[in-house]
């Protein structure tokens, strides 16, 4: 793992994979800079994500926080997201920095929280992919019971809404995503 970081508005990879090594989402994006909380990464309209069997261009500007540290999750923030999906947290593991400056990399471990705005609120979501994958991959057991009390620890700061999981920090680096100008 690098310390390098490329510069504020240089485009990058975050690469996402399964625990068996099979490749899952690969999102363009570009470095925003960092935080106390760790570094951010956005994806302005129209930047590309895909995996096996699906890919789309972004219809609303997001910012993922790959966490300082060595943290099982990335978080997102969408900004005018039409269903109304404010916050979207991949659980993950090994998710950090590679040592390419200008490749953020994790295991994507199925189980998500996920913050919309209105009556739905806050919930972990894929629960059954969690389940499912946990048999078909075979998680060791303490990287399971690490990540379901992350999750409900997740879903409850995200509910509180407590740095970085409010509105406030992320809409900063929403704010510089849209001052670079780079949708396609």
């Not at 790959?66 to 659980?91: C, F, S, W």
């Not at 078909?136 to 990540?147: C, T, W």
């Amino acid at each position: 793992m690098s310390d390098a970081r490329p510069a504020p508005g240089t485009e990058m990879i975050f690469q996402w994979r399964k625990w068996d090594g099979s490749p899952h989402w690969r999102h363009e994006c570009v470095y925003l800079g960092a935080d106390e909380w760790g570094d951010w990464v956005g994806q302005p309209v129209g930047w590309h994500s895909a995996r096996p069997g699906r890919e789309f261009r972004t219809g609303n500007p997001n910012v993922t926080l790959v966490p300082a540290g060595r943290e099982d999750y990335a978080l997102t923030v969408n900004r005018d997201h039409p269903k109304q999906m404010r916050v979207y947290i991949d659980l993950g593991w090994d998710v950090r920095w590679s040592d390419d400056p200008l490749l953020a990399v994790g295991i994507d471990m199925d189980l998500d929280v996920v913050r919309v705005e209105g009556e739905r609120g806050t919930w972990v979501d894929d629960r059954d992919e969690w389940e499912e994958h946990s048999a078909q991959f075979g998680y060791p057991a303490d990287v399971m019971e690490r990540l379901e009390g992350l999750a409900l620890d997740l879903e409850e700061r995200v509910r509180a809404q407590h740095p970085p999981f409010d509105d406030a920090v992320a809409d900063r680096w929403l704010d510089r995503l849209a001052a670079l100008g780079l949708d396609r």
